[in-house]
């Protein structure tokens, strides 16, 4: 589905560009297994919404959604990520190490499902949506503290990283998909 790939190469390349990742060898091993590829040359077709990689629109809608002509270039996930692991830096300081020590219990259980932990992982970030004040819309407090659980999660126990990965990449498809098409 292009959609998880363009939204796994956005949690990957945040994660890839967050300062304080220690998980840089379970990180490029997410490559290897195929879990994040190259958007290079990849389209996307969800519900006639065509996502090409070169960064531009059109202007147009179709059946309510935005319609673009050319390819998502790589470049402007790197920028939309980079400019995201500023935000969470800020974030970052604000969560709890329980509230990622319970996260980090609920992974390690392996007999919850993926719906389930993508559930306790879309509660989790509600609560702290809620907790930390910001100004910013929320669609984007949403994804960057999805994003910064995930990297505070793999920090503490490497060993999750894919797991809590392919759960966020589940949550910010279900929950903020509409937001990342017209970030990007």
């Known amino acids: 589905n292009g959609s998880v790939q363009m939204e796994s ?3 990957y390349t945040f994660l890839d560009v967050s300062s304080d990742c220690q998980f840089r060898e379970q990180l490029q091993s997410l490559q290897s297994q195929g ?5 290079k040359g990849t389209y996307c077709y969800e519900d006639e919404l065509e996502l090409q990689t070169d960064g531009n629109r059109s202007g147009h809608l179709q059946n309510g959604e935005p319609v673009f002509d050319h390819e998502v270039n790589e470049e402007v996930i790197r920028n939309i990520a980079a400019q995201l692991a500023e935000v969470g830096d800020q974030f970052d300081k604000e969560i709890r190490a329980r509230e990622v020590n319970d996260l980090v219990q609920h992974f390690l259980n392996e ?3 993926s719906e389930e932990m993508t559930r306790r992982m879309s509660k989790a970030v509600e609560a702290l949506a809620r907790a930390i004040p910001s100004d910013m819309e929320q669609e984007k407090a949403m994804l960057v503290l999805a994003m910064v659980l995930t990297k505070r999660i793999a920090n503490t126990m490497p060993s999750l990283l894919q797991r809590v990965f392919s759960t966020t990449v589940n949550y910010i498809s ?3 998909h509409n937001y990342i098409i017209r970030m990007v």
């Open 9 to 11: 190469a956005l949690l």
């Open 35 to 39: 879990l994040v590829s190259s958007l």
């Open 111 to 113: 007999n919850l499902s």
């Open 174 to 176: 279900q929950q903020l």
